[in-house]
């Protein structure tokens, strides 16, 4: 069964840094297109990045650019999503999507309607 888990959400506050992780089973992430979405209340999901781990770029959006980086370790089938200098703006509940029937070349937050998701993590920034 292919599934994927967030974990490393929390509370901090402002200026600080989380790294969130998304852990797959079932498929390799290496092989897959993954990305970060993240959701406040009231607001519609915004993808946040994107990878194909085994080659291409990362995407990172520009609301989160300079702040935000996404990885791999592909010895642990997981992928990170490293969040820095937090702001409010940033809070909210960040879901992992991976979908291993997407190429490389079709890899883009916009694809991945028949990835697989996990649950969510929820991040909360304080001032």
């Known amino acids: 069964q292919e599934r994927v888990v967030e974990s490393g959400g929390g509370s901090v506050q402002v200026g600080g840094s989380l790294r969130l992780s998304c852990e797959a089973s079932g498929f390799t992430l290496s092989n897959s297109c993954v990305a970060w979405f993240r959701q406040a209340p009231g607001k519609e999901r915004e993808g946040v990045a994107s990878?194909?781990?085994?080659?291409?770029?990362?995407y990172i959006a520009d609301s989160v650019k300079g702040r935000f980086s996404i990885s791999p370790d592909n010895d642990q089938n997981m992928v990170y999503l490293e969040m820095n200098s937090l702001k409010p703006e940033d809070t909210g509940t960040y879901y992992c999507?991976?979908?291993?029937?997407?190429?490389?070349?079709?890899?883009?937050?916009?694809?991945?309607?028949?990835?697989?998701w996990g649950h969510g993590t929820q991040v909360t920034v304080s001032s």
């Open positions: 999507a991976a979908d291993p029937r997407l190429p490389l070349t079709w890899c883009s937050i916009h694809m991945l309607g028949g990835a697989r």
């Open positions: 990878l194909y781990p085994t080659g291409g770029e990362a």
